[in-house]
């Protein structure tokens, strides 16, 4: 059986494999990005880019677990104005890039659109899990009608395909994605990370200085299938999966439940950027020996 | 992932190295090598790097109180909880049968982990740099060693009057080292790694960059894609030289590309 | 230091220990709930039961990985007629047996809460994880307004107490749960499992015949832990805390997350019955070593 | 938790045994014991309990085509995909020189696992029941295991005409015997225990339950409080006589208890 053919498209976006970086994992400096791509990735999200910049919260800011991590950075990032020279580079260096955006009102996130846009992204992702200031400690993603207004705003400002990125912390992530839909998403990126906490026994406190945290990693791989599986069957938009891919075949199940690409991140701490060259190694060898020859097959199968 | 779990351990000792050093030493099996670092937790402060300044059983980390996290711990009595992460990065490698190691102020934290070993198998040169002789530490660990030890201090109180590059010239126009290790401030570093490049030796450097998680996800310690917590905090220098940020540039806590 | 004392309390209701099995695990028949309580539990929460008998989802119900399982059982149970007899049994052998009620409707609730009542059940717990049938597909315990309305009218129909258990796939639990404490609830429960779903890519297809599930164990003791934190902040009521526990320690975390009682799940399946014993000891020994002569020391005590 | 995760297997042969009697065999290294059983999920079908037949690396198990999955598990071809969970349960004990295993309908399936190895070690009378000789079988593996093999049919067509209680009755009476270990129809058990009992032999007995989790969780297997998946499936004689369900009582699928 030939090479089976790893590329695929999200919406008019092609990559050369399905394999994106996540947002906030090496995603701050150039360098890194250019690097994650060398080594494999077809494509690499940026760290959320917000209007100003936040040196985000003090450590410990992460917490490893036997089968994921809780991690409470901040939103750590250099604010839009400078984040300009970064998106200009990867682009320069041919990285297809992703600029991952967050505010805390329809307004301010079709401001960074609009800067990231100009600087040349491929796409904009909307991180829609950060406090919403008006509303009341909930995620500016938590409803769907706080996300369709994102959304509709930030497609009335730039023409640049919109990735909406879903928080797996609600009842109803379908219900959501619909909302994207309606309001002009090209999009589905499924899934952030999950609100949790770690406790010293010991020391009688939280671990992270910012007491909660959100789970990435292993531990989260079946919460992010079902939402994936979900959204898929409810919208019809390209999803984008993501949480606890570590391997080959964790990329085929998601692809299988409904995503048309994935991204990756925790499992970067585990073998460095290097993850992406192997995990595309795997996902090959899983297609040819399953007698996959495209990503297209393999594309919700396991909906029946 | 699972060498790199949270794990708490108390202060055994906290020894003064000299008026404004202080070293802390905690129980740890866990084997580490010269240059690697842990991430210290102390609870309800902060949680930073440091170089293991002890790597066997009893270990030791050695710091200068410049700030909140590091004048905090200088307070700490024995009995106190740690949090200890890692042991992380990669480490100094005896590659020649003659090492010229260099120490500049806490820098010499790390490099006395690759002095003690590597003088019983090799001729070893440890030069010591600091501002002033309070701020220097470990004269008699080099000394122990074996290593032929070189001091510079940048106000004269104690050997040579002036910076330790100073000395590292003078070792290397006199021949005979294979090769150079180093820690220190970034512009001792460099300083060290173009003397190395100009009489063609070769040279590993540990260099430090503000860290969040130490296990190569966040991209706070990169340095030209390099992740001085993973790929780090020793490199070569030909890569350091020839790097857009080495000496220039470095990530602040918010992401900004700043100057060192 | 003397022997520290495990007992406690939720409300009126004192156990001897912090640990209470957890519904649906064990608790279908008298038979082993009795020796669930022998074996060093508190007490315990029986299966959910229902109006109507139901046999639950066909094979594979579970599905087991490294760090914990998904299940999808059906709400298998008895139905509420036939469901008397084993209440009887288990409070005639002394268990303290808090019963737990699933239903779509606040009046089916409140109509199982009093046949517990009559059946002399210690306490009922509403499983507020069950699809809505006069929603959309959301959990009848998904929003504020439908866990007032259910405890409300459960409130109005039985004079013992009631244990309100959260779903943890939501944005804001402690809403859910002041929406209970004002509608009086007499003690919260939180985390049912969370939802999740494997598939195997090499059969191209969902593990579970249900195909999307409840995750529990290991993996989700950071989401409970969160849970109970994030409630225990917001609201005056006990709190039990539920969600990966396998050690004393992690009763340790939920206590000093806020919880004044725990209950314990998919640690049975590592251990039979006798986790029990094996977590209490673990308890008790915790205790004395850390200096702690009563479980209120321990009570919230990593809120700070 | 580990030993009992879903694995995927592909069917190796499927073997006729007799008219009605089918055994499937795969490839699994984990070790297993006479009377243990594992979860057998037929893709798209249903996940059901099964005693293996066979215990080596070269596994088996043997089934009675009589519902919805176990008709389809009859009809599988070479290389089908098969989700295998467990080993699980307890196991046979040989706790004297002399045996009699006795075996009833399926029942047969799982007493072979123990008559093999047993029978090298102790002398064993194995006796096998079952309505018809049609769905008698593996009565060769019993002759070429050394042990001494009783026959019994309801309806006369091969050994005994009766039932299989009445060969164990005369195997007791003739005396001999050390212990009984027996698996079948939960009458037909429940028959063989109170012959133990009454002849004073100490017995173990593998009862079957309807089954879920298969991993002591979800309380569908229980038999007085005992988990027929994890306690069981082998049960002490005189536990099983004592309690209040063996040969009485088991859980619907929907939790009631219902009458054996
Ligand atoms: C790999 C590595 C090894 C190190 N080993 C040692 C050592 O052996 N001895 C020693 O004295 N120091 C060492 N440092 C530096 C040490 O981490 C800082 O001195 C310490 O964090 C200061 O914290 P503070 O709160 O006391 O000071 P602050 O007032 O917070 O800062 C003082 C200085 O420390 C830097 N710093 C603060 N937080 C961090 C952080 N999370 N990561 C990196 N730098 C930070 C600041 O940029 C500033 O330059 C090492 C750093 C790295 C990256
Ligand atoms: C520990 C154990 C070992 C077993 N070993 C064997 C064996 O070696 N050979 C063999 O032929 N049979 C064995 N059985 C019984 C076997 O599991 C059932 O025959 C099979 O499940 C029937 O499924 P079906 O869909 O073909 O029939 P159905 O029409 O579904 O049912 C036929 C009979 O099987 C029972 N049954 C159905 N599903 C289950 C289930 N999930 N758990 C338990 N019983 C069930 C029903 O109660 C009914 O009595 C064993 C059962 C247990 C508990
Ligand atoms: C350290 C860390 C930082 C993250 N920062 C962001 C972020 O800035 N924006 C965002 O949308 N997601 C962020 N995430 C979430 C990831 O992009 C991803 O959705 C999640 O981690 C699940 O994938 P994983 O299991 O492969 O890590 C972060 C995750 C981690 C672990
Ligand atoms: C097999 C299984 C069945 C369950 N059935 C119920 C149920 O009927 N009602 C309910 O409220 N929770 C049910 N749960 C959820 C548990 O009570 C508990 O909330 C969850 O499993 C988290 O705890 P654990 O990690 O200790 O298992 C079930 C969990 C499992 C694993
Ligand atoms: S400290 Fe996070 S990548 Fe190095
Ligand atoms: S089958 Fe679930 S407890 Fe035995």
């Not at chain 1, 505010?103 to 100009?118: K, N, R, T, V, Y």
Request: aromatic share 6%.
């Amino acid at each position: 059986m030939s090479v089976p053919d790893t590329g695929t498209a999200v919406g008019t976006l092609k990559f050369r494999n399905p394999l994106l970086l996540a947002s906030g994992i090496l995603g701050e400096s150039a360098a890194s990005m250019v690097r994650v791509y060398n080594s494999g990735a077809a494509g690499v999200v940026t760290k959320s880019i917000g209007s100003e910049s936040r040196p985000g919260y003090r450590n410990p800011t992460v917490f490893e677990f036997g089968s994921g991590m809780l991690n409470a950075m901040g939103l750590p990032n250099p604010g839009i104005v400078d984040f300009g020279e970064v998106v200009r580079k990867t682009r320069a260096s041919g990285v297809p890039t992703i600029a991952s955006i967050f505010g805390s009102s329809p307004a301010e996130f079709a401001a960074l659109a609009a800067s990231m846009q100009e600087y040349g992204a491929d796409a904009v992702e909307l991180n829609l899990s950060c406090p919403h200031v008006e509303g009341f400690g909930a995620e500016i993603g938590s409803t769907p009608a706080m996300v369709g207004e994102v959304v509709k705003t930030v497609r009335d400002s730039v023409s640049l395909p919109i990735w909406a990125k879903m928080t797996p912390n609600v009842s109803d992530v379908a219900a959501l994605a619909g909302a994207a839909e309606d309001a002009g998403a090209d999009a589905i990126v499924a899934i952030n990370t999950v609100k949790g906490m770690a406790i010293s026994a010991k020391l009688r406190m939280p671990v992270l200085s910012h007491s909660v945290g959100g789970m990435s990693g292993r531990a989260v791989k079946y919460v992010g299938l079902r939402s994936v599986y979900e959204i898929s069957g409810r919208c019809g938009l390209p999803v984008v999966g993501v949480g606890g891919i570590s391997c080959g075949e964790d990329v085929a199940e998601y692809l299988m439940a409904g995503a048309s690409a994935v991204q990756v991140g925790t499992a970067v701490s585990e073998g460095g950027p290097g993850v992406f060259g192997r995990i595309a190694g795997e996902l090959s060898s899983f297609m040819s020996s399953e007698g996959f020859s495209s990503i297209r097959e393999m594309v919700g199968i396991a909906r029946r | 992932m699972h060498a790199d779990r949270l794990r708490l351990v108390e202060v055994e000792e906290v020894v003064r190295e000299s008026p404004s050093i202080y070293t802390i030493r905690y129980r740890d099996d866990r084997p580490a090598l010269p240059g690697q670092f842990v991430m210290v937790w102390l609870p309800g402060v902060n949680e930073v790097p440091m170089s293991l300044s002890y790597t066997g059983e009893d270990k030791g980390f050695t710091f200068r109180p410049v700030g909140e996290t590091t004048k905090a711990l200088a307070a700490l009595e024995p009995g106190a909880p740690l949090g200890i992460r890692g042991i992380f990065g990669n480490s100094f490698k005896l590659t020649t049968g003659s090492a010229l190691i260099v120490g500049g102020g806490t820098g010499i934290a790390s490099i006395i982990a690759a002095v003690e070993p590597f003088s019983s198998k090799a001729r070893v040169h440890a030069a010591l740099g600091a501002r002033t002789a309070d701020e220097l530490f470990f004269e008699k660990r080099v000394e122990e060693s074996g290593a032929v030890l070189h001091v510079a201090t940048d106000d004269g109180s104690r050997g040579h009057h002036g910076l330790v590059t100073d000395v590292v010239r003078k070792l290397l126009e006199s021949g005979g080292i294979g090769q150079v290790i180093a820690c220190g401030p970034e512009r001792m570093l460099r300083g060290t790694a173009v003397l190395g490049r100009e009489f063609g030796i070769p040279g590993q450097y540990s260099v430090e960059r503000f860290m969040k998680c130490g296990i190569g996800i966040c991209d706070a310690c990169s340095l030209d894609g390099r992740l001085v917590c993973n790929d780090g905090p020793v490199f070569d220098g030909d890569f350091l030289l020839d790097s857009e940020d080495f000496g220039r540039y470095r990530l602040a806590p918010d992401g900004r590309r700043v100057t060192v």
